[in-house]
């Protein structure tokens, strides 16, 4: 998976990675907002927003999934970096349009800041991903104590901006996976997530270079990334508007990634 990063309003969320709690006790407010680990396959159940009674955790296989539980002629619309305030609504209101559902990778400052977006795209049926806390592509060098806090702290806030519906998967920035990190999003019930098509459109390189790298990646797989936040994202709205109806003329479904 190619890194990318930079893009100057992580600045901003990086800060908030300094002085977080310690790697205990991050786990400690996780476990208490989360509920208890299950074993695979003991069903918990997703609880709806506003509950008050969390639903207990299953474990996921921690290996990277890239496959969508449609089956082999679907794809995964991911959308990564928001919830952002001005573009967040408008990739719902294409999703909509089109009757697709995809799953948000957010950030957890960002979740924190915007609980009614994040409210918005549970209300609208798509599933919640844990981004980290800072964004940080590097954080496959750093010690597991930091990963433990990027990755607890922002499960513990994409929660509770939701109202009680916890994150399905975890996208290490940049693909900065570790087998630590993924161990431990796989243990608070979190698939770690990958891609196959990467849209660039974090570089913005115009609508029609989104779509044109979109079909030509597309054999690579099922997996499809844009971005809702970290810069101006008109192109990436335009882009799904076209995308959207091509994807379904081609005869595809739209799905999750596989749990």
């Not at 974090?202 to 044109?212: M, N, Q, V």
């Not at 079909?215 to 809702?228: A, M, Q, R, V």
């Amino acid at each position: 998976m190619a890194r990318h990063g930079g893009r100057g309003w992580y600045g901003r969320v990086l800060a908030a990675a300094v002085g977080v709690t310690a790697v205990a006790a991050a786990t400690s407010v996780w476990t208490a907002q989360a509920g208890v680990v299950d074993r695979p396959g003991a069903g918990a159940s997703r609880p709806s927003a506003g509950s008050s009674n969390p639903a207990r955790i299953t474990t996921v296989s921690e290996e990277i999934v890239h496959a969508s539980d449609k089956g082999a002629h679907a794809v995964n619309i991911t959308v990564d970096d928001g919830p952002d305030p001005t573009w967040t609504p408008q990739v719902l209101h294409v999703l909509k349009e089109y009757g697709v559902k995809a799953t948000f990778c957010m950030i957890g400052p960002e979740a924190e800041a915007h609980p009614d977006l994040v409210k918005a795209v549970v209300a609208a049926g798509h599933r919640l991903c844990d981004h980290t806390v800072s964004h940080d592509t590097a954080m496959d060098k750093k010690s597991e104590a930091y990963q433990s806090q990027e990755i607890l702290n922002a499960a513990s806030m994409i929660t509770k901006a939701s109202g009680g519906v916890r994150p399905e998967y975890y996208r290490a920035p940049g693909g900065a996976f570790t087998p630590y990190s993924r161990h431990l999003a796989a243990s608070q019930g979190m698939r770690p997530l990958g891609w196959n098509v990467d849209s660039k459109d974090f570089e913005l390189p115009g609508t029609d270079a989104i779509i044109a790298t979109v079909k030509s990646e597309l054999p690579n797989g099922p997996t499809i990334l844009f971005h809702d936040a970290g810069g101006d994202r008109s192109e990436t709205v335009a882009a799904l508007r076209e995308i959207l109806p091509w994807l379904k003329q081609q005869g595809y479904s739209f799905g999750f990634p596989v749990r």
